[in-house]
C-alpha cells in the first residue's frame, strides 16, 4: 500500500455562473471534487478544497435586468442559493470565492495591470463574432453553420470595441514545450492531445477586455474596460490564497510549494485552463503548478441539460426522495475518466437497488444479524485462516484497498468504487459458500462459524472506510454498527485483521431501503410508454434470415433516407433477458439514445464503451425482450466474425 505524508494539497473546482440554479450537471463537478478533497484527507494531505461563484459578465447583467434586480443583488441570491446547495450535499470546501468581492477584484486589477507594465497585454482593437451566451469571440474557422457559435449553436454577432489583448502568440511554444515536458499536466492523454494540437494549430492574441457592458471588474488604469471574464474569473484560484496581498501564506503553501495542486474542469471549458490560465501564470513569473483533471458530462437522454431548456434535473429533488448519498454515489460512479455519463431515473433506480440497498445495504444487515443471533452481538476475534477462502479474502483486501487509493489519486472514482464493490460482492459470496446458519446448528462448526462472522465484519469495516468520502451518512452508521467509537482510520494505516471490541448494533431502518423501479418513473413522470413492439428479426443486427448473394438494387434516393450518424458508446450492459444482446447507451451529437444490438457474442460491454460506431438513427424505435431500442448500431459480419464500424469523426456527424 502507498505510504503518504502529510502535504499540501490544492482542488478546486470551477467557479460557476451566477446565471441561475445549479443542476444535477453542475453539481457532478462538485461532488465529484469533494469526494477526491475527502479521500486526500482521509490520505493524510492538508487539503484545501476550493468552490465559488462566477459572478461577472454580459450574460449576468442581463439575468438580473431580466429578474428586475441590480446585478449585486441578483448575484447575492444566487450565489446564497448555491452555498445552501452545497451544505445540503455535504460539501466540504474550505472557502467560497465570489469574483464580486473585494479581495479577487482587488487580485484581478493588480495582476492586469503587471501585465499591462511588462508588455503581456497591450491595447489594440478588436473586431470579431461574439457568443454573448458563452462571452467568447470566436475566429472564423472555429464558427459553426451561419456563424454559429461550435460550442452553444447560439448566432454570434459581430462586434467591433478597443480592446486590451493577452500576448498569446509570445508564449505558443513556450506553452507546447511545458505540456510535452509535463505528460501528467492534462488528464485524460486525449484531452491533452486536443490542447495540443489547437495549440499547435496557432494561437491569437487574446481580447481581454470588454466596453460593450460594465458588470466586471474595471481595468484600474482605464476604467472604461471591464477585464473579460476568462480573466477574471481563472484569477480567483490564486486570489483565494491571498496571491498579491499582504498574506501570501496561504499561496506560499498551497500553491508555491505544494505539487498536488487540482483543477477539475468539464471538457467544454478545458482550453481556458490548458491555454489562457498558463498563459497569464507564465506572464507573471508564477509557477505553473497545477494538473488539469478534465470530465465529460452528464446528458440525459434528450441531450445535454440546460436551464435554459427547461430539462434540468435538480440533484435535491432526488436527495428529498432518497437521501444524499445515493445521489453522491451516482454522480461519483458514473463519469468513467473522462467519458460522458448518463443520468436517467431509470438508471439511479437501479444503482440505488443493485449496488446500495443490497450490495452493501443488505450485507450489513445480514451480518449484524448473524452476529447478534449466533454471537449475542459479539464480533469473534481474527484466527487466521480458517475457511478455505480466508486466505483469498485476506489477499482480495489488500489489493482492493491499493488499486482504491491508485484510482482514487488519478480522480478515476468510478474505477475506484469499482474495487471496493468487488469485496462487496466477495462478501456476499462468501456468505453464500459458507451458510452461516448451517454452521450454526452444529457447535462442533464454533471455529468456523466464528471466521466467517470475522471476515465479514471485517470486510464491512474496510469498505466503510473506503466509501466514507462518497457515502458521508451511511459510511459512520456502518462503523456505528459495528460497534466501533473511535474515529475513521486514515488510509495508510487500513489494513486486514482489526481487532473488535465494542458490541454491534442494529439499525434502527435499513442503510438504503429498496424502491420499485415502477413507483419511481411514475413518481418522476417520466415518460415511460412503450412503444409498439415490433418483432425482433427487424433489427438487423440480430436478424437470422437467409443471407442473399446481394440485395436488390437500390436508388440514391432509397438511400438517403437512411440518416447515419457517428455515435459514441458511452454504456453498455449485459440485456437482462437476452444472452446474445447488449443494451447500449450512445450518444449522438447532444442526444443519448438506448440501442439493442445482438454483438453480446462478439463484445463485452466494457469493451464497446468509448467506441464511436456508425449508428442508422432513423429506424423505428422498437421493443426488444423488454428494452427499448432507438436504433442501429452497423457492423461488418463475415462467417463467425463480427466488427463494429467505426469512425473518429466527432460524435453526431452525418455518414454520407
Ligand atoms: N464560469 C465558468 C467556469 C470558470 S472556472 C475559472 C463556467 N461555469 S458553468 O457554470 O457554465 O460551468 C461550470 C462547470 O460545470 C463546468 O466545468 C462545466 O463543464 C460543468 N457542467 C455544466 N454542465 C454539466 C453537465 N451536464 N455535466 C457535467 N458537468 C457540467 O463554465
Redesign the pocket.
Known amino acids: 500500500m502507498a505510504v503518504s505524508s502529510k502535504k499540501p494539497c490544492y482542488v478546486t ?5 451566477s ?1 441561475g440554479k ?5 453539481s ?2 462538485t461532488i465529484a471534487c469533494d469526494v477526491f478533497a475527502r479521500f486526500n484527507r482521509l490520505m493524510g494531505h492538508d487539503v484545501f478544497f476550493l468552490t465559488g461563484m ?1 459572478e461577472h459578465g454580459q450574460k449576468i447583467e442581463e439575468a438580473a435586468q431580466k429578474a428586475g434586480l441590480t446585478p449585486e443583488v441578483f448575484v447575492e441570491g444566487i450565489a446564497e442559493e448555491t452555498k445552501k446547495l452545497w451544505h445540503n450535499l455535504r460539501i466540504s470546501n474550505d472557502d467560497f470565492i465570489r469574483t464580486s468581492e473585494l479581495r479577487h477584484t482587488k487580485v484581478v486589477q493588480k495582476m492586469f495591470e503587471e501585465m499591462l507594465k511588462n508588455d503581456d497585454i497591450y491595447l489594440g482593437t478588436y473586431s470579431g463574432n461574439y457568443c454573448v451566451s458563452c462571452e467568447t469571440y470566436f475566429t472564423k474557422t472555429q464558427l459553426g453553420e451561419d456563424q454559429t457559435c461550435p460550442d452553444c449553436g447560439k448566432q454570434t454577432k459581430i462586434i467591433s470595441e478597443e480592446g486590451y489583448f493577452l500576448r498569446l502568440t509570445k508564449y505558443q511554444q513556450k506553452l507546447i514545450d511545458f505540456i510535452e515536458q509535463n505528460p501528467d499536466f492534462i488528464q485524460p492523454e486525449q484531452r491533452k492531445n486536443e490542447v495540443l494540437s489547437f495549440i499547435k494549430s496557432g494561437l491569437e492574441d487574446l481580447c481581454v477586455s470588454r466596453t460593450s457592458f460594465k458588470w466586471g471588474i474595471p481595468v484600474l488604469s482605464n476604467p472604461k474596460h471591464v477585464v473579460y ?2 480573466i477574471d ?2 484569477s ?2 490564486l486570489s483565494v490564497l491571498g496571491y498579491g496581498s499582504e498574506n501570501e501564506s496561504n499561496y506560499q503553501k498551497y500553491w508555491v510549494n505544494s505539487d498536488m495542486v487540482f483543477h ?6 478545458l482550453r ?2 490548458a491555454v489562457y ?1 498558463p498563459i497569464m501564470l507564465m506572464a507573471l513569473g508564477v509557477p505553473v503548478k497545477f494538473k488539469l483533471i478534465a ?5 440525459i437522454k434528450s441531450g ?3 436551464k435554459s431548456r427547461g430539462n434540468a434535473v435538480y440533484p435535491m429533488d432526488l436527495v428529498n426522495r432518497y437521501g444524499l448519498d445515493p445521489v453522491r454515489y451516482y454522480l461519483a460512479k458514473e ?1 468513467a475518466h473522462g467519458n ?1 455519463g448518463l443520468f436517467s431515473y431509470e438508471r439511479f433506480v437501479e444503482r440505488y437497488n443493485n449496488d446500495l440497498a443490497n450490495d452493501l445495504g443488505n450485507l450489513l444487515s445480514r451480518t449484524i444479524s448473524m452476529i447478534q443471533k449466533y454471537r449475542n452481538g459479539i464480533i469473534p476475534s481474527y484466527q487466521g485462516f480458517v475457511t478455505p477462502y480466508d486466505q483469498g479474502i485476506k489477499e482480495l483486501t489488500k489489493t482492493v484497498i491499493s488499486e482504491y487509493i491508485e484510482n482514487f489519486a488519478r480522480f478515476s472514482l468510478p474505477a475506484g468504487i469499482a474495487k471496493v464493490w468487488t469485496l462487496i460482492d466477495r462478501a456476499n459470496k462468501y456468505i453464500d459458500e459458507t451458510e452461516p446458519w448451517k454452521l450454526a446448528k452444529d457447535e462442533s462448526n464454533k471455529a468456523v462459524l466464528d471466521s466467517v462472522l470475522y471476515h465479514l465484519a471485517e470486510i464491512l469495516r474496510i469498505s466503510g472506510v473506503l466509501v466514507s468520502p462518497i457515502l458521508v451518512e451511511a459510511a459512520p452508521k456502518i462503523q456505528a454498527a459495528l460497534g466501533i467509537k473511535e474515529p475513521m482510520p486514515q488510509l495508510e494505516s487500513l489494513e486486514f485483521g482489526y481487532t473488535f471490541t465494542g458490541l454491534v448494533e442494529s439499525l434502527s431502518e435499513p442503510l438504503f431501503k429498496r424502491v420499485k423501479l415502477e413507483e419511481e418513473l411514475a413518481y418522476f413522470n417520466e415518460d415511460n410508454q412503450e412503444n409498439e413492439t415490433t418483432p425482433l428479426k427487424e433489427q438487423a443486427i440480430v436478424t437470422e434470415e437467409p443471407k442473399e448473394e446481394h440485395k436488390p438494387i437500390v436508388t440514391i434516393d432509397d438511400f438517403a433516407k437512411l440518416d447515419l450518424r457517428v455515435g459514441e458508446i458511452i454504456d453498455s450492459k449485459k440485456h437482462p433477458n437476452a444472452t446474445k444482446l447488449l443494451v447500449s447507451q450512445v450518444k449522438i451529437g447532444e442526444e443519448v439514445r438506448q440501442i439493442v444490438s445482438g454483438i453480446a457474442e462478439y463484445y463485452q460491454p466494457e469493451e464497446i464503451i468509448g467506441k464511436k460506431v456508425l449508428v442508422v438513427v432513423n429506424l423505428k424505435p422498437v421493443k426488444i425482450r423488454g428494452e427499448m431500442s432507438n436504433g442501429m448500431l452497423l457492423c461488418a459480419e463475415e462467417g463467425d466474425k463480427l466488427e463494429l464500424l467505426e469512425s473518429k469523426m466527432p460524435s453526431g456527424s452525418s455518414i454520407k
Not at 13 to 17: C, D, F, L, M
Not at 22 to 26: A, L, Y
Request: no cysteine; proline share 3%; aromatic share 20%.
Open positions: 473546482t470551477p467557479i460557476y455562473y446565471s445549479v443542476h444535477i450537471g453542475n457532478y463537478t462566477d471574464v476568462w474569473a481563472l480567483n484560484y477539475v474542469v468539464g471538457k467544454d471549458i481556458f485552463h490560465w470530465h465529460g458530462w452528464i446528458l445535454r441539460m440546460s463519469l460522458d
